[in-house]
């Protein structure tokens, strides 16, 4: 009898051995994971970035939200010929292009400031330097800045400048600071007809601009031209010469207007238009970005984008959520309405 008392007692001993093991193993590690949650309340974890086989409930969270902002993979118009964009890239980086031969493109787009110029506002001809590191000297203020130039090659762009003064309409026809070239029958046909996209539409404008390349009057004969017609067919006669290219030009724009456009019989052929077409495809090819992590993502990579990109993705998709609401006794203490800062009364100041 006493020995099975010994045994019962024995096992029970037994039991509650393991038993604590079990809870006290249990315990520990409920308290780790209490004590370092106390210690970093707002911070989670963050597990280790792994390809994710199923979209986590954080992918689904954002491919909703991007499903129902219609995030889509943008669709990229066809890959330029080689020729065109080497005629386009030619003239984006040319000064002669402008009146007083002291500008390009490229000095307010230029590819090292991200192909805007990173100034608050552009500097025309007559500064100096290039993109924020531009001088104004005698040069002219230009009063917007330059919006850099990635995608707007895509044919969801159908609008240019801040004010969307040129663009594109469905069936091809164009809205310009130029009325010859606007609408479904416009009277300078032939140039309308090569500017296919709102970039290429856009690209004849900086040229007839007296601050941004054309120059002061008195000073080159682009900047004295009656219209801007006159202003194409001028600079047409700088790049490409006259009398079918037997006066004046240059051999090499000839060559490379004549590879870009075997279609045109001769010099005299040439037009802004084929400098709008050839500009626009340089601009749409050589700033053509459209395989940023994001895209991958889109496209269906979910491994793509890390944890927290994906996190800032979902935020921003969502936009701004309003602070959680402070307790009433808080709200109270500060109720009252706050006179602003500086002159008693003067209100208006702050808006
Ligand atoms: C003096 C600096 C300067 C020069 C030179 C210049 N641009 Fe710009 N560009 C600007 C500014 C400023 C704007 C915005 C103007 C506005 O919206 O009214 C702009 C706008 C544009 C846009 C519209 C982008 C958008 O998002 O709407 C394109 C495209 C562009 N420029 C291409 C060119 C091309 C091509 C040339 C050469 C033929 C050129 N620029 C020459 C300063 C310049």
């Avoid at 979209?55 to 909703?64: C, E, G, I, N, V």
């Avoid at 943008?74 to 890959?79: G, S």
């Avoid at 104004?136 to 969801?156: C, D, H, Q, T, V």
């Avoid at 459209?290 to 994906?310: N, P, Q």
């Amino acid at each position: 009898m006493r020995e099975r008392a010994f045994w019962i007692v024995f096992f029970l001993g037994l039991m509650t051995l393991s038993l604590a093991a079990c809870g006290g193993g249990g315990a520990g590690t409920d308290g780790a994971v209490i004590d370092e949650s106390g210690d970093t309340p707002d911070v989670p974890e963050e597990p280790p970035i792994t390809p994710p086989v199923e979209p986590s409930a954080l992918d689904q969270q954002l491919l909703q939200a991007l499903e129902d902002r219609d995030v889509d993979t943008p669709q990229a118009p066809p890959i330029p010929a080689d020729a065109l964009v080497a005629l386009g890239k030619a003239l984006f980086f040319d000064k002669e292009l402008s009146g007083n031969r002291n500008i390009s493109c490229a000095t307010c787009h230029h590819p090292t400031t991200g192909t805007g110029d990173d100034l608050s506002v552009s500097i025309g001809q007559g500064g100096s330097g290039l993109g924020s590191a531009r001088l104004l000297g005698s040069g002219a203020l230009i009063p917007r800045n330059a919006p850099p130039l990635f995608n707007k090659g895509l044919p969801a762009f159908r609008t240019m400048f801040w004010d969307s003064r040129v663009s594109i309409g469905q069936g091809g026809a164009l809205n310009t600071p130029e009325p010859a070239l606007n609408g479904p029958r416009p009277t300078a046909g032939a140039i309308a007809q090569e500017l296919t996209t709102a970039l290429a539409a856009q690209a004849i404008f900086p040229l007839t601009s007296h601050a941004e390349m054309r120059g002061d009057p008195g000073e080159n004969e682009l900047a004295d031209a009656a219209d801007n017609l006159e202003v194409w067919t001028l600079i047409m006669d700088r790049l490409v010469g006259t009398d079918n290219g037997t006066q004046g030009g240059f051999a090499e724009y000839r060559a490379l207007f004549q590879a870009a456009f075997p279609a045109v019989a001769d010099i005299d052929g040439f037009h802004i238009g084929h400098v709008g077409a050839a500009l626009g495809a340089y601009e749409d090819l050589a700033f053509r970005a459209l395989d940023s992590s994001f895209d991958r993502y889109l496209a269906g990579d979910l491994a793509a984008m890390t944890d927290e990109a994906r996190r800032g993705a979902l935020l921003r998709s969502r936009g701004l959520r309003p602070l959680p609401r402070r307790p009433a006794a808080d709200r109270r203490a500060s109720s009252r309405p706050r006179r602003p800062p500086g002159r008693p009364g003067a209100r208006s100041q702050w808006g």
